[in-house]
């Protein structure tokens, strides 16, 4: 089994965000129960405030398990798609290196997380407390949003100016992630609230 990604150093917990090495990760997978698979995954670097793109790592994953119907109809991920893609057990070295020393970055951040988990052999736990939720932090500024407005990352990311080309689509969802954590980090740290530790706080609200 390929090494756990080392977590980024603690005393960036207390340094401004804009300091700190950040991925943007998503996956795509077959489901969202215990023995479902990621099919794709996106990682988009972000350093110093902004997004690396020319770092970033997308990969489709020959899982072995079929997709729900329901997860076809949202990433259409057919099996033929997956033809000559390597299995999870070979793309995860690719993925610990594009995850390595970085806080984590993705939207509804459960999903990452349990997959995360089984992919490395590992508990939750360790996940959780590198990875900053985009989502908890849009949450935290829209308290008593009113009612009908949704937060799903294509609606969240409209709402404050961040192009959705290609949803569902693990590098362009990564991607979309990485945008909008910026935006909403800015808008934070102008509040006072900017250090990484205050995100992951905020986040997990």
């Not at 300091?19 to 943007?24: E, K, M, N, V």
């Not at 935290?140 to 569902?168: D, I, K, N, S």
């Amino acid at each position: 089994m390929s090494p756990v990604p080392a977590p980024p150093p603690r005393a960036l917990r207390r340094a401004p965000w804009r300091r700190a090495p950040f991925a943007a990760l998503d996956f795509e997978t077959t489901g969202l129960g215990a023995r479902d698979a990621v099919v794709a995954f996106g990682v988009v670097p972000v350093e110093g405030g902004r997004v690396v793109l020319g770092r970033a790592v997308e990969r489709l994953v020959a899982s072995g398990t079929p997709s729900s119907s329901r997860a076809l109809r949202v990433h259409e991920i057919l099996p033929r798609d997956l033809d000559g893609a390597p299995t999870m057990r070979e793309a995860r070295a690719e993925l610990a290196r594009a995850l390595d020393g970085r806080f984590l970055l993705a939207w509804f951040a459960d999903v990452e997380v349990a997959f995360l988990a089984r992919i490395f052999g590992t508990g939750e736990r360790r996940w959780r407390r590198r990875t900053v939720d985009v989502r908890g932090l849009a949450l935290a500024l829209e308290p008593g949003t009113r009612p009908g407005v949704r937060f799903t990352l294509q609606a969240t990311a409209e709402r404050y100016g961040v192009p959705v080309a290609r949803p569902h689509e693990a590098l362009e969802d990564a991607l979309v992630t990485a945008q909008l954590f910026l935006v909403l980090a800015s808008r934070l740290e102008s509040r006072g609230r900017g250090s990484v530790r205050r995100l992951l706080a905020l986040s997990r609200r």
